[in-house]
């Protein structure tokens, strides 16, 4: 969407991000930009977070840097104390 019509149309745009999670993008002098709901802002920010974990956790795990599980148990059991 060009950005001249999300000017003359921001009530109804942002209303429209808002009521069915949309993800709108903007263009101007051909870059664009991405407008999208808080909610749907946030669900992809904690689907990455959980994404990279796993990268990591795998990462690790081919490095051999694992633990068995007893020793992690004892260890929060540890922590905690």
């Known amino acids: 969407m060009p950005l001249s019509e999300f000017r003359s149309n921001t009530a109804s745009i942002v ?3 808002q009521r069915d999670e949309a993800t709108v993008i903007l ?3 051909g870059k664009a930009a991405a407008l ?6 946030q669900r992809l920010t904690a689907e990455l977070i959980e994404l990279r974990s796993m990268v ?3 990462a690790d795990a081919m490095q051999g840097k ?3 599980h ?3 148990k004892q260890n929060i059991k540890k922590a905690r104390d």
Request: no cysteine.
């Open 15 to 17: 209303q429209h991000i």
């Open 27 to 29: 263009t101007q002098n």
């Open 36 to 41: 999208m709901g808080i909610a749907e802002y």
């Open 56 to 58: 990591n956790g795998l």
């Open 66 to 68: 694992t633990m068995p």
């Open 70 to 72: 007893k020793t992690v």
